[in-house]
């Protein structure tokens, strides 16, 4: 029987779309699961249907046709082939990114204003990313191999995803509105002093 490590490597690079994709949309609903554990609330398996859903139908074949784009119009791994990706992925392709994610998990919560979330947090959250997205990314573009891409970015979106999913279902957007959540979590599972 053949190893699972081996067999992955083999069906990235035969059957690269439908194995990065799957890989990101798994590593993306895990990072919804994990917030909210962190959060300390049941778990909401509908919730975390909704984001598996968005990643595969949006943002998993997003990410890879969009690297691949990068890839065709900027090849190669020069630093200054490299910082022009960078640039591109945080001008372009986070803003759109951003902007699925937060309409996509209105269409699919059924909210009314399908673009409340978006006008409230974007701002907020693409600042967030832009501390996290163009080190990810310049690691990516300067040192994984392009069949490998998307699947690296889901792994490193699994913390983002985190981040993302709570930010959507009880934060600003703000990094610093998870730290104020750990803390009050924190003082409420602390003992009562006498």
Known sequence: MAS????FPRAAQRY???????????LFSAGDALQQ??????ADWRQTRRVATLAVTFHGNF????????????PGRAPRTVLAKVLCDQTVGG??????FYVGMSVLQGKDDIFLDLKQKFWNTYKSG??????????????????????YTGL??????????????????TVKSV????????ASDRPPEE
């Open 4 to 7: 699972w490590w081996r067999v």
């Open 16 to 26: 690269p779309w439908p194995t990065n994709v799957l890989l990101y949309a798994g």
């Open 37 to 42: 554990r962190l959060r300390g609330g049941p």
């Open 63 to 74: 990410n890879y046709v969009w690297l691949r784009l990068l890839e065709r119009a900027l």
């Open 95 to 100: 803003p759109i990114y951003l902007s699925a």
């Open 130 to 151: 832009l501390m996290y997205w163009p080190f990810v990314q310049l690691t990516n573009f300067s040192l994984v191999p392009v069949h490998w891409r998307t699947a």
């Open 156 to 173: 490193c979106g699994f913390l983002w995803a985190t981040f993302l999913c709570f930010s959507q279902q009880s934060g600003d957007g």
């Open 179 to 186: 730290f104020i959540l750990f803390r009050r979590k924190e």
